[in-house]
């Protein structure tokens, strides 16, 4: 294990760890009772718009840095094509999946999360897969990433622990003990930190790797009739990963090495091509469902219970002529959903649908969904005015308010949205780790494994976590030791061999096109 002041210039954070903490405010001076929950509609309900520290700490967190995005700087993107090629009409209404053969153009953007614009693509570090919809009834817009799940399942922690994703205020630089101790204290990241420290933690590129919608979404049907689904992409090409060793060599000798790789596939007639999926849960099934809270990010739906259902194919076959224009300024929007699709109680859902349209008025002005990347290919009629940036005529002399008796656009009751049902349980800030295993679904995952996948996995966390205090490693070991007793004890014999080199044996780190089992 590694020495109690840790190795990675944090020892100021570890010296203060015995001090007294002083009171948590708003930025106002107003004491902060709970930092841990959102204040909810009942335990599972959706997150109130009341709920004052939530927003002010996105608002602040959005505002952090300017003008790369806060999280998800270093990303590559191109057009292509979506095509429906299974019929899911029974669970839409959605025009795109009115018959099967009905298309689409899409815009697809891959970034890493943690890094700024000039790190490297090959860091171990999850992969945002974000994807526009252009479709005839507005743009829908799924935000998602390269694994199903995440490390937090309460939004008024997203702030904090990407904070321990970026680099330590004194020294500005990385630093596992951050990490570590936040996850420590976090024991429903487990399951998420185990897919980071295995085999899938770094893809070789973007062209092979999953995509997640990750949060639960609703389809709704002619009948009105709900169904909570999860979206998958898998890659036609097949998931390939990268070695710790090989991804360190690219991260010096090409950096770039993801965006590079999708530009020329794209520029070579190489298409990158993904098959859609849909996990389907009935609104009773949700309701009545007691193994786990489905809307919980840090859960996935068992693909026994709840089986992949294809929906269509996703291929990218055009790039980008400007990256700045089309990439940097492409802002994604889990808001954009078009009728027969809507949202779910998922509380980390429920804040982003805040968040991310208020980071990218911030970031990229309040007319953003007017640039070219970012406007939808179906009319767009609204009373929206003015602002930075301004350059399509502002509607010219149209009037600008609404009810008006001049033809302005106006409301359809058609197209009302589908009425919320609440619990009787009052609105609180309900502790998110009461009542919730965060063990057995990292615990299945790693007893999936195959030996030579178990130990890389434990030897990749032991090279991270030994840079740790103590404390906090033996803190980590009792979340293992919970998942599985295996995992903690190979995590433990990886730790001592790199106290003690002369007993170390690093696994197998051939290059290998391995994917961890599907659960």
């Not at 359809?412 to 998110?432: K, T, V």
């Amino acid at each position: 294990m590694a020495h109690e002041n840790g190795s990675n210039g944090v020892g100021q954070l570890d010296a203060g760890a015995s001090k007294p903490n002083p009171v948590l405010t708003l930025n106002n001076g107003r004491p902060v009772g709970d930092n841990q929950n959102s204040l909810t509609a009942g335990r599972r309900g959706p997150v109130l718009m009341e709920d004052y520290l939530l927003f002010e700490k996105m608002a602040q967190f959005n505002r952090e840095r300017v003008p790369e995005r806060v999280v998800h700087a270093k990303g590559s993107g191109a057009y292509g094509r979506f095509k429906v090629t299974h019929d899911i009409s029974k669970y839409t209404s959605a025009q795109l999946f009115s018959k099967v053969g009905n298309t689409c153009e899409t815009f697809a953007r891959f970034s890493t999360v943690g890094g700024e614009k000039g790190s490297a693509d090959t860091a171990r570090d999850p992969r945002g897969f974000a994807v526009k919809f252009y479709t005839e009834e507005g743009n829908w817009d799924m935000t998602g990433n390269n694994t199903p799940i995440f490390f937090v399942r309460d939004p008024v922690k997203f702030g904090d622990f990407i904070h321990t994703q970026k680099r330590e205020p004194q020294t500005n630089l990385k630093s596992a003990t951050m990490m570590w101790d936040f996850w420590s204290l976090s024991p429903e990241s487990l399951h998420q930190v185990t897919i980071l420290f295995s085999d899938r933690g770094i893809p070789d590129g973007y062209r092979f790797m999953n995509g997640y919608g990750s949060h639960t979404f609703s389809l709704i049907n002619d009948q009105n009739e709900l169904v909570y689904v999860k979206w998958h992409f898998k890659p036609k090409q097949g998931t390939r990963n990268l070695s710790p060793r090989r991804a360190e060599e690219l991260a010096g000798s090409d950096p770039d090495y993801a965006q590079r790789d999708l530009f020329h596939a794209i520029e070579k007639g190489d298409y990158p091509q993904w098959t859609v999926y849909i996990q389907v849960m009935g609104e009773d099934q949700a309701r009545n469902y007691r193994k786990f809270n489905p809307f919980d990010l840090t859960k996935v739906w068992p693909h026994g219970e709840f089986p992949l259902i294809e929906v269509g194919e996703l291929e990218l076959n055009r790039n980008p002529l400007n990256y700045f224009a089309e990439v940097e300024q492409a802002a994604f929007n889990p808001v954009n959903v078009v009728p027969g699709m809507g949202f779910s109680p998922d509380k980390m859902l429920q804040a982003r649908l805040v968040s991310y349209p208020d980071a990218h008025r911030y970031r990229i002005g309040t007319n953003y969904e007017t640039l070219p990347v970012n406007a939808a290919k179906c009319p767009v009629m609204n009373y929206n005015r003015d602002g930075a940036m301004r350059f399509d005529g502002n509607m010219g002399a149209a009037p600008n308010y609404e009810p008006n008796s001049f033809g302005g656009p106006k409301q359809d009751e058609r197209f009302l949205d589908r009425p919320i049902p609440l619990s009787g349980e009052p609105a609180a800030r309900y502790n998110h780790r009461d009542d919730n295993d965060d063990y057995t679904q990292a615990g299945d995952l790693f007893r999936l494994m195959s030996e030579e996948q178990k130990n890389l996995l434990c030897h990749n966390i032991a090279q991270s976590l030994g840079q740790t205090p103590i404390r906090i490693q033996e803190l980590q070991l009792t979340h293992f030791e919970k998942a599985d007793p295996d995992y903690a004890k190979r995590v433990q014999k990886f730790l001592v061999e790199s106290e003690h080199p002369d007993l170390a044996h690093s696994p197998n780190e051939a290059e290998f096109a391995t994917r961890l089992p599907e659960k």
